[in-house]
């Protein structure tokens, strides 16, 4: 009787005489064993029982953990996640009887077999495609039934078996004494399994919206019409993937119709033909679910579309919208430039009047008016083209600043689950099966959205997608959908609107793939495939051409109209500045007044006279006196 340990390590060989290898990591390592080569050598013709027992027991001197069996079910007993080596010695007279007795599961990519003998057995040709199977000719290493290690070099072949054209052989690598294990044609290979020479795969392909009496032409041609590409999204991008690896390994597509998508209990649905083989390929994509995996592979990543919330945002203005351009730091550099060009416009200017005019005359610059007070001499023109540039630059960085806020404006709001529920928003969602019970109505691990279903979920949370439109019409309420399903509904959208769209995804992109039959032998080429296009960008490109954009914002192009509220404080600051003048030209009179009452008469008008600085209003004044 095998332990429990003894079967996880055994292997299956010829009939009820089997060998099994547990590879660490891999086959090849014991082929690039000298001392293993030599064993396969010295065993070459291993036609008794006796001879095929002792090979057995020389593997276990190198490391290598095999079990004499002759039970083909000890392959289920195997953990899967280990990388096993099955050596199978073939025998005249029960071939056909032995290969009967293993499961197609057997021969997947998880196993390595190396048949060992002088012919391959027919019993192969009804084995998986894509079985990794190698063939050792015990013939090919004897020399007038004598070993001659030197001269004749162990060939090791591919052992390619195609559905419909059977088994062939062909050379794939040779191992001599000296170099040990060389891969000779590994790339042809590795060719020969990506192309199935047009053998047919079934790709179930759900109809979806396709009626003959709705679109005058036949499904394919529904499916390949870009004027309708508002229409199933995923069943297009998944028929179109579909066609895409079919076609990469050169094989012939059946499309197979089917009435729904992922029903469990309707034959005609595409998950069913799938689970239970009778398709190769699903023409619709497939997000992943936790009781899907257990009979679905998935092959190859697609997401033509997004999910999640949609809705308009209220323009979002800010009072400080005029002093927001510049941060703080910018603000208090620009003060410092002044102050250092006021100082060299002072000291490089010739006349009294210059002097006391720099502060100003570098305010009036920067704010774009005309000073009217060049400097005269070389080093106070020299200082105002500095300053007019300068003057320049900063008006044009701030100009540039405020076209952006106003740009922006209207595009906030909540970008994230927890942020809705913490808005004044209302959430609604389209009512059909995934949303219904997949998504909202059950718990989840994702806290965000359990928080917002908490806050904002009601009775009223399911509504038509029509009346899910008038809702985000109406600017109150954030409704959840495909946004590929909504977006035929903005037509009716003003300019306004379509600039105050917002979105808040809640279905990430790798949720979704193309999908086959579960172990099915078609896996592993499509899921290489499927990796060649996408690093080729092919995959994108489909999903680009699928892919419904955001409508255009017109009104994006240009800058928003202010409104009252935005200039408000500058009004304001305006108007205060208006009366703070007019304070100060009363200081001024009052200052006048206290200076001529300390002069004599004739000094005072000559005081007055010479005063270019005191306004007429107080000349006037003292001629009234």
């Not at 899967?80 to 073939?90: A, D, E, R």
């Not at 941060?327 to 100082?343: D, N, Q, T």
């Not at 499927?530 to 489909?542: A, D, F, H, S």
């Not at 100060?584 to 200076?595: H, M, N, P, Y």
Request: proline share 4%.
């Amino acid at each position: 009787m095998q332990t429990l340990d003894e079967k996880r390590t055994n292997c299956v060989g010829q009939n009820r005489y089997c060998k099994q290898i547990k590879e660490s990591p891999n086959l090849k390592k014991y082929y690039k064993n000298n001392e293993i080569g030599k064993s396969f050598t010295e065993h070459s013709i291993i036609n008794s029982i006796s001879d095929q027992i002792k090979f057995t027991r020389e593997l276990s001197q190198f490391g290598m953990s095999s079990t004499f069996s002759c039970d083909p079910g000890i392959l289920d007993h195997i953990r899967h996640h280990y990388l096993q080596g099955v050596i199978y010695m073939t025998h005249k007279h029960d071939d056909m009887l032995m290969f009967k007795k293993m499961k197609p599961i057997h021969f997947m990519m998880k196993y390595k077999w190396l048949i060992v003998g002088d012919h391959v057995p027919d019993a192969l040709r009804k084995i998986r495609y894509d079985s990794d199977v190698a063939f050792l000719e015990c013939n090919s290493v004897m020399n007038n039934g004598t070993r001659d290690i030197a001269a004749t070099p162990v060939h090791i072949y591919d052992a390619y078996v195609h559905p419909r054209d059977g088994i062939s052989i062909n050379f794939w690598a040779h191992w001599t004494n000296a170099s040990g294990l060389v891969l000779t044609h590994e790339r042809e290979r590795i060719l020969r399994r990506l192309d199935l020479k047009r053998y047919p795969l079934k790709i179930a392909t759900p109809v979806g919206h396709y009626s003959s009496d709705k679109y005058d032409g036949t499904f394919v041609d529904f499916l390949e019409d870009e004027s309708i590409s508002d229409q199933d999204p995923g069943i297009r991008s998944g028929y179109g993937t579909s066609m895409l690896l079919t076609e990469v390994v050169n094989a012939q597509d059946v499309l197979i119709e089917n009435e729904l998508w992922a029903a469990m209990i309707n034959n005609n649905s595409m998950y069913v033909m799938l689970s239970m083989g009778e398709a190769d390929l699903s023409g619709g994509i497939l997000r992943i679910l936790w009781d899907r995996t257990f009979t679905l592979d998935y092959v190859m990543p697609i997401w033509p579309f997004r999910v999640g919330f949609t809705y308009l945002a209220e323009r979002e203005s800010s009072s400080n919208m005029y002093l927001e351009p510049f941060s703080p730091a910018v603000w208090w550099s620009c003060l410092a430039m002044m102050a250092i060009l006021a100082l060299v416009e002072r000291v490089t200017s010739k006349t009294p009047r210059e002097k006391d005019g720099a502060f100003y005359t570098v305010l009036t610059t920067w704010l774009q008016q005309d000073a009217s007070a060049v400097p005269e001499g070389a080093s106070g023109r020299w200082a105002f083209t500095v300053l007019s540039v300068s003057a320049m630059l900063v008006h044009a960085y701030y100009t540039s600043a405020i076209v952006s806020a106003l740009m922006s404006t209207g595009r906030g709001g909540p970008d994230s689950l927890k942020a809705l529920g913490d808005s004044k928003y209302a959430i609604a969602s389209e009512d059909y099966d995934y949303m219904r019970y997949l998504f909202f109505d059950v718990e989840t691990t994702w806290d965000d959205l359990e928080y917002l279903k908490k806050k904002k979920m009601t009775s009223k949370f399911y509504q038509e997608l029509e009346r899910g439109v008038e809702l985000i019409q109406q600017g109150s309420t954030a409704f959840h959908s495909e946004y590929n399903q909504i977006y035929p509904h903005f037509k009716t959208f003003s300019d306004e609107h379509i600039c105050k769209l917002q979105h808040v995804d809640t279905i990430p992109e790798t949720l979704t793939w193309i999908t086959s039959t579960k172990d099915g032998q078609w896996t592993e080429v499509l899921r290489t495939a499927g990796g060649w296009l996408l690093e080729t960008g092919l995959g994108k490109r489909l999903v680009a051409r699928l892919r419904i954009p955001q409508p255009p914002c017109r009104a994006s192009l240009l800058a928003e109209r202010v409104k009252l509220g935005d200039i408000a404080p500058l009004l304001v600051l305006t108007v205060f500045g208006a009366l703070l003048s007019v304070v100060l030209l009363g200081v001024e009179i009052l200052v006048a007044k206290a200076k001529k009452a300390r002069l004599p008469e004739g000094d005072a008008k000559v005081s007055l006279e010479n005063v270019d600085d005191i306004p007429d209003i107080v000349e006037h004044s003292n001629y009234i006196e």
